[in-house]
């Protein structure tokens, strides 16, 4: 079924209203700097073009694509900081991590991926890190259901309610 307006689809209200409050809440809970590191977390996969690691961010996100006003101008900075190299192939820019990279990347994965110096920048990771499990459970979710399989739809609902249940369960014992 077509729509004329994207807000008129029923799932709308859940995709974006639920999805911009979200969103914005995971983009301050993430903190700047940290795209530079989701950036080179994802080239150290593999070499992508731009819009390849937008999608890529976008997966691992739960469906919250950074946009290209802040993907390449973070591209631009990997790679006149070294950290990343680009080259030109098939009319697109591919980028790859460098050494220098790898060693950022490992160096922030080993300091647990965010400032512990500061305690505001820590609760802010530990809602980042918490925002960013619960955008990819409902990107999953929604995953399933395009699907539009009612055996999957079925199990993943199990799955939701088992979690909801759980959550509900750690909130008990600690209130």
Do not use: C, W
Request: proline content about 3%; hydrophobic content about 35%; glycine content about 12%.
């Amino acid at each position: 079924m077509r729509f004329k307006h994207d807000h008129d689809h029923p799932g709308a209200r859940f995709r974006h209203g639920f999805g911009r409050r979200f969103g914005r809440a995971m983009g301050r809970a993430a903190g700047r700097g940290n795209l530079r590191f989701e950036i080179l977390s994802v080239l150290a996969e593999r070499p992508r073009h731009g819009y390849d690691i937008m999608l890529e961010l976008e997966q691992r996100r739960g469906g919250f694509r950074p946009s290209p006003g802040s993907i390449y101008p973070a591209l631009q900075m990997l790679e006149d900081s070294g950290q990343i190299k680009g080259r030109d192939e098939d009319g697109k820019r591919i980028f790859e991590i460098t050494d220098d990279g790898r060693a950022t990347l490992k160096e922030y994965t080993e300091k647990g991926g965010f400032d512990t110096d500061a305690d505001e920048d820590a609760e802010r990771a530990r809602f980042g890190r918490g925002a960013l499990a619960l955008a990819g459970l409902v990107g999953a979710a929604k995953q399933v259901a395009r699907l539009g399989n009612p055996r999957a739809v079925e199990r993943a609902t199990e799955v939701l309610d088992r979690a909801r249940r759980e959550i509900y369960t750690i909130l008990a014992e600690e209130t």
